[in-house]
């Protein structure tokens, strides 16, 4: 059995297609609009299931960034926020993920200047409050 160079190459090139299209569908990004927020910042709003609310704040190297959330309880409702200094969700460079489901309040001195994004889920659906600032 004869097997061309042409026939070769056609099948590495016909892999390596589908191995780069098998990685790029893997690849999430972030589509969610990120809300600006200037400190102090007061922010209603309703989310749940497989969604996300983003928002991003400048926090300046030595300042100490502060977020709550509270939510209406309601059976087993829950409402969760996550910061990062990521502007995609899905990346892990989480500075403050979700530890417990009773943690509303967190607060860091920043290390780093910069942009930081607060992304809020919930679980199964929450109307949120997240209050932010930055001193």
Known sequence: MKISIKKICLTVFAFTVLFFAIGSAQAQTDSVKKIRLKSPATVKGEIGGESHASYVIRVRKGQTLKVQIDWKEKGDYTAH?????????????????IST??????????????DYYIYVTAHPIANYTLKVSVK
């Open 81 to 97: 926020f996550v910061v990062s200094r990521s502007d995609n969700f899905f990346d892990g460079d989480v500075i403050r993920g």
């Open 101 to 114: 489901y009773n943690e509303k309040n967190w607060y860091s001195k920043i290390k780093k200047t910069g």
